[in-house]
């Protein structure tokens, strides 16, 4: 059985078409129900719903042989795992946003209120900006309106969440899209399954 951990949520059911659509389907998964594993025994695949942010964790552990995660959480955790495909969907990107009128006065230290630390530091590091990291765990434009930060460093999609609580992007960092990867060592002993994964999936999104 190959292992392939999926991000639970509407990305996940957006990779699971996918994976459908590359002959990988599994028709439990359409059942309505709270099970977390789904099994196509003639195809030899299981598939699991995880956190988004956990998928990374299962694939480097080997408790999944792949999955499929953002590049957000690639760049934040920096699993050790191979990134085999983009998938060019759950495209946003990471971007730094501020209050409308915002000015950095770069004498002080920048309060920055993220979900993304790493990310964040990265970024200012390169700018050799002196900064505060906020970290928090959602709701992130809310951080600027009390005064808790000065900017934040969040997900932008739409950027409909940052209109309507009066905040505009000011720098863009990184594009972001949802990314095919596998366990390293894994990937040396399942390397046919997982390509052929890896190459349907592919001939999938060349003909979209
Ligand atoms: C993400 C991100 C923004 C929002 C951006 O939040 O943190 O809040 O989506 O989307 P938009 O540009 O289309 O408005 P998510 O829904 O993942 O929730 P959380 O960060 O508050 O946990």
Do not use: Q
Not at 65 to 80: A, F, N, Q, R, S
Not at 106 to 133: G, P
């Amino acid at each position: 059985m190959l292992n392939i951990a999926l991000p639970k949520g509407r990305l996940g059911e957006k990779v699971y078409e996918l994976f459908e659509k590359a002959g990988y389907e599994c028709e439990s998964i359409r059942e309505n129900n709270r099970r977390l594993t789904f099994e196509n025994p003639e195809k030899g695949i299981r598939y699991f719903w995880v956190k988004p942010s956990d998928v990374s964790i299962y694939v480097e552990r080997g408790a999944a042989d792949i999955g499929v995660c953002g590049k957000d959480i690639l760049l934040e955790y920096e699993p050790d795992v191979y990134e085999l495909l983009d998938l060019k969907m759950g495209k946003c990107r990471m971007a730094v946003a501020a209050p409308k009128g915002f000015r950095d006065n770069t004498a002080a230290t920048l309060k920055v209120a993220t979900k993304f630390s790493n990310i964040a530091a990265k970024h200012y590091a390169k700018k050799s900006r002196d900064i505060d990291i906020i970290h928090l765990n959602g709701s992130i434009e809310l951080a600027p309106i009390l005064g808790l930060s000065d900017v934040i460093v969040d997900i932008v999609e739409t950027g409909k969440t940052l209109i309507e609580n009066g905040l505009e992007p000011i720098e863009d960092i990184v594009p972001i899209s949802a990314r095919l990867i596998a366990n390293k060592a894994h990937y040396g002993f399942k390397t046919d399954k997982i390509n052929e994964i890896k190459n349907s999936l592919e001939k999938i999104l060349e003909n979209k």
